[in-house]
């Protein structure tokens, strides 16, 4: 009798993993359209229902959908955690159609991140077809639909969820060339206005208080606040100056990014922002926002790449890669609350949120049978050793 391998059940379903990713692909879900975002999460649901044999509890907050699986009734031991909003508009299929081509998946939000739900539900369908449903037994499965605009609406869900299990495996993209996140930056995000006073810039250009003039000053601090060596990036992204082009500006907006490997760091850059003041004592500058997610160090993902690695060794792929990247995720939220967490389990690809956008086919089924070997490991043991 052929020992049972999970790579090759996954191969045996591949074609059926494509066909899932191209349909999720095609139902748009940018974040903050909600017919849309019901439409995906819909999508999901179905996909779920018929890979784990139970429909997911959708949870609504916000009017945003997020879908919640729970399996089995016991005590919870792993959450697989992803979403399925993208930063792409509506009409986007139209420049970047779902398709595959040369072995190439590309697609609006393929990479980031859809092909990495349909992998984690196909790799728990795995496990259930392999070793039953009580081999899932504690798993906890939470598809969210706000990861890309800052998780408002989730992050509490996401943070209840995660203080009852004991391992969070995140299905985001993989770093290149397959690579595991084993840390992230935290992430800061801020809107800066100045204030002045507006006057005609025709006629008595003097009365006014130049609110672009004092921005421009405010935006050499900023980005003064990063440190290289310390892994500190300050960012100013974005902004308007004034309303017409005859009239002396009286207000200015800002935006800033801001991501830091600690949290010494963006507290650090924080204190500066909040204390920023104005070299015209007639202008006034007021700050927003704040820290958005905490940094997720590799600490937190220590021991599970180690059985992530293992996990790969048993199906002979090649040896798994760990790297610390600038992006966030979900997962700095449960890092944070001391619960062991590795990310980047998902595809394999590249191009994040640009028209590159794309997915390496052959990799999808070594990424689903690496995690159901994982998951199917972490689970059948009595206690996780961390």
Same mark, same amino acid.
């Given at each position: 009798?052929?020992?049972?391998?999970?790579?090759?059940?996954?191969?045996?379903?591949?074609?059926?993993?494509?066909?899932?990713?191209?349909?999720?692909?095609?139902?748009?879900?940018?974040?903050?359209?909600? #017919?849309?975002?019901?439409?995906?999460?819909?999508?999901?649901?179905?996909? &779920? %229902?018929?890979?784990?044999?139970?429909?997911?509890?959708?949870?609504?907050?916000?009017?945003?959908?997020?879908?919640?699986?729970?399996?089995?009734? *016991?005590?919870?031991?792993?959450?697989?955690?992803?979403?399925?909003?993208?930063?792409?508009?509506? &009409?986007?299929?139209?420049?970047?159609?779902?398709?595959?081509?040369?072995?190439?998946?590309?697609?609006?939000?393929?990479?980031?991140?859809?092909?990495?739900?349909?992998?984690?539900?196909?790799?728990?369908? #795995?496990?259930?077809?392999?070793?039953?449903?009580?081999?899932?037994?504690?798993?906890?499965?939470?598809?969210?639909?706000?990861?890309?605009?800052?998780? %408002?609406?989730?992050?509490?869900?996401?943070?209840?969820?995660?203080?009852?299990?004991?391992?969070?495996?995140?299905?985001?993209?993989?770093?290149?060339?397959?690579?595991?996140?084993?840390?992230?930056?935290?992430?800061?995000?801020?809107?800066?206005?100045?204030?002045?006073?507006?006057?005609?810039?025709?006629?008595?250009?003097?009365?006014?208080?130049?609110? *672009?003039?004092?921005?421009?000053? %405010?935006?050499?601090?900023?980005?003064?606040?990063?440190?290289?060596?310390?892994?500190?990036?300050?960012?100013?992204?974005?902004?308007?100056?004034?309303?017409?082009?005859?009239?002396?500006?009286?207000?200015?907006?800002?935006?800033?990014?801001?991501?830091?490997?600690?949290?010494?760091?963006?507290?650090?850059?924080?204190?500066?922002?909040?204390?920023?003041?104005?070299?015209?004592?007639?202008?006034?500058?007021?700050?927003? &926002?704040?820290?958005?997610?905490?940094?997720?160090?590799?600490?937190?993902?220590?021991?599970?790449?180690?059985?992530?690695?293992?996990?790969?060794?048993?199906?002979?792929?090649?040896?798994?890669?760990?790297?610390?990247?600038? &992006?966030?995720?979900?997962?700095?939220?449960?890092?944070?609350? *001391?619960?062991?967490?590795?990310?980047?389990?998902?595809?394999?690809?590249?191009?994040?949120?640009?028209?590159?956008?794309?997915?390496?086919?052959?990799?999808?089924?070594?990424?689903?049978?690496?995690?159901? %070997? #994982?998951?199917? *490991?972490?689970?059948?043991?009595?206690?996780?050793?961390?």
């Amino acid at each position: 009798m052929t020992e049972f391998s999970y790579l090759d059940a996954a191969r045996d379903v591949s074609v059926d993993m494509i066909e899932a990713s191209l349909g999720l692909v095609e139902r748009e879900s940018p974040s903050g359209d909600h #017919l849309a975002l019901e439409s995906s999460a819909a999508y999901v649901a179905e996909l &779920g %229902q018929r890979l784990l044999g139970q429909p997911p509890e959708i949870v609504r907050t916000g009017n945003v959908p997020h879908l919640l699986w729970k399996i089995g009734s *016991g005590d919870r031991r792993a959450l697989l955690l992803g979403h399925h909003d993208t930063v792409w508009p509506i &009409g986007s299929l139209t420049e970047l159609p779902a398709l595959v081509v040369d072995g190439i998946m590309r697609g609006p939000g393929c990479f980031d991140m859809k092909v990495g739900i349909v992998q984690g539900l196909f790799a728990c369908s #795995l496990i259930i077809e392999h070793e039953g449903l009580d081999a899932l037994d504690g798993v906890t499965i939470l598809i969210t639909g706000d990861e890309e605009t800052g998780s %408002q609406t989730s992050r509490s869900l996401i943070e209840s969820e995660a203080t009852q299990v004991e391992a969070v495996l995140v299905l985001e993209a993989a770093a290149p060339g397959g690579a595991l996140k084993i840390a992230r930056k935290g992430v800061s995000l801020y809107e800066i206005e100045v204030r002045g006073r507006a006057a005609h810039a025709g006629l008595e250009p003097e009365l006014g208080i130049n609110a *672009g003039l004092e921005m421009a000053t %405010q935006i050499q601090r900023i980005a003064g606040l990063g440190d290289l060596n310390a892994g500190t990036s300050v960012v100013p992204t974005s902004g308007t100056i004034g309303t017409t082009t005859n009239t002396v500006p009286a207000s200015a907006l800002l935006t800033v990014d801001v991501r830091a490997e600690t949290s010494e760091e963006q507290n650090r850059v924080d204190l500066k922002i909040r204390g920023l003041t104005t070299l015209n004592p007639e202008a006034s500058v007021h700050v927003s &926002g704040g820290p958005n997610r905490p940094p997720m160090g590799s600490d937190m993902s220590s021991v599970l790449f180690d059985h992530a690695r293992r996990a790969a060794r048993v199906l002979g792929l090649p040896e798994l890669e760990g790297v610390a990247v600038g &992006g966030a995720s979900d997962g700095n939220f449960t890092s944070a609350l *001391g619960i062991p967490t590795l990310d980047g389990l998902g595809a394999v690809g590249g191009g994040a949120h640009s028209v590159d956008e794309h997915v390496v086919v052959a990799s999808i089924p070594e990424q689903t049978a690496r995690l159901a %070997q #994982l998951l199917s *490991g972490l689970i059948s043991t009595r206690s996780m050793p961390y």
